[in-house]
């Protein structure tokens, strides 16, 4: 039995060589635009559930957002929408989607984590690094972005 710290320490130091040797994969841009589109589709068609399931599974609380999201796209015909994409960081990218004829732009935020392009709703269920509470007032809707 004197052997099992040991033996446990040198697993343990086998998974930290192993996860820190693992680098995330680099945001895929060919694939950025085709999901800003997917995103409207799903919107346009009307159903909260198909916005809800481009969004990542470590949000809470999506619902509101991705039913305004629906409700603003109401009516759009994706033959006609224009969709603009402004990106100051590679894995993040804010979206604005225009249509002649509409008042409005519709904008929202997708980011690339976990191998994927993810629509940006609700609030993270990870605990954020700076110690603040998930869930603080001010997230979980589309956000209206300047796209100066």
């Known amino acids: 039995m004197r052997f099992a710290p040991r033996i446990a320490a040198l697993v343990l ?9 693992t680098e995330m994969r ?4 060919s694939t950025r635009d085709e999901f800003a589109n997917r995103v409207m589709n799903a919107a346009s068609s009307g159903s909260v559930d198909q916005v809800e399931r481009l969004v990542p599974q470590d ?9 305004k999201l ?5 009516g759009w015909d994706p033959a006609s929408w224009k969709v603009g ?13 225009t249509q002649q004829g ?12 976990g191998d994927r392009w993810g629509l940006i709703l609700g609030t993270s269920k ?11 007032p001010g997230t979980g ?3 209206v972005i300047d796209p100066k």
């Open 13 to 21: 130091a086998v998974l930290t060589l192993a996860s820190c040797g």
């Open 26 to 29: 680099a945001p895929d841009m």
């Open 59 to 67: 949000r809470i609380g999506v619902r509101p957002g991705a039913q």
């Open 70 to 74: 629906v409700d603003a796209a109401r």
């Open 85 to 97: 994409l402004r990106q100051d960081v590679p894995e993040y990218v804010f979206v604005t989607v």
């Open 102 to 113: 509409q008042t409005g732009p519709i904008r929202y935020e997708i980011s690339w984590s």
């Open 126 to 136: 990870n605990r954020p690094s700076d110690g603040a509470e998930p869930g603080t």
């Open 141 to 143: 809707t589309p956000k």
